[in-house]
């Protein structure tokens, strides 16, 4: 079945400081995996898409990994800003030529002052 | 820039009730989806539709139907509401044939509380 897991379920971290959030993907054909930010009471706006083919890519102070053998993926976020605060969704695409895309339930990420 | 609009932030609506959301985009997208996310649940697909006139059921379509005569318009409706579809429902476009590795652009959402 095809799943996306993501944890943890909720972090929160102080301004200024990094932080890492994971997804975990059985997604199979692969094509490609997104993150998606979602602020509250907005809809999700993408942050980073990656093929299988790579392994990482940056999109100001968030960089996303990919590692297509172990079928994980990770959203680094560097010097954490308020603005930060927000639901992070991770979602993969199935190689079907279709619309099915798998969702993830997201990490609900608080960044304090 | 990208627009996708809702009819309604905030509904309440009653049991029994029809209840119509639409969605508008301005970016000429074949594509247009309806979502719910329920919390702890990842977004669920009730809807889609790549073509006008044209839809697909998703995940969930039971107790849904959706109409779609124009290209940049695509409504989601609640036969009769049940307190079961209390959710936020969530609109989104993207380009392309049936794309869905296209990036998709979400509404603002439409928080639907059926009493």
């Known amino acids: 079945k095809n799943q996306v897991e993501q944890s943890p379920q909720s972090l929160i971290i102080l301004e200024g400081k990094n932080c890492t959030l994971q997804c975990n993907y059985t997604v199979s054909p692969f094509s490609n995996l997104r993150w998606y930010k979602q602020d509250t009471g907005r809809g999700p706006v993408s942050l980073t898409i990656?093929?299988?083919?790579?392994n990482t890519k940056s999109n100001g102070r968030y960089t996303a990994t990919l590692d297509a053998d172990t079928k994980q993926s990770s959203l680094h976020i560097t010097a954490s800003q308020l603005s930060d605060s927000a639901s992070y969704i991770c979602?993969?695409?199935?190689?079907?030529?279709?619309?099915?895309?798998?969702f993830g339930a997201g990490t609900r990420l608080f960044v304090k002052a | 820039d990208v627009k996708v609009t809702q009819s309604s932030r905030y509904l309440v609506k009653r049991t029994g009730e029809k209840v119509f959301l639409e969605c508008v985009q301005d970016?000429?997208?074949?594509?247009m989806f309806w979502y719910r996310q329920d919390p702890g649940l990842g977004l669920r697909l009730i809807y889609f539709?790549?073509?006008?006139?044209?839809?697909e059921k998703g995940d969930i379509p039971e107790g849904y139907s959706v109409s779609r005569e124009k290209k940049e318009r695509f409504s989601l409706i609640l036969e009769s509401a049940s307190t079961n579809q209390t959710s936020m429902y969530l609109c989104a476009s993207s380009l392309g044939y049936k794309g869905a590795a296209h990036e998709q652009y979400f509404g603002p959402g439409t928080r639907l509380t059926v009493t």
């Open positions: 539709s790549y073509d006008v006139k044209m839809k």
């Open positions: 970016m000429d997208h074949e594509n």
């Open positions: 990656m093929t299988f083919s790579e």
């Open positions: 979602v993969a695409h199935p190689y079907t030529g279709g619309f099915k895309t798998i």
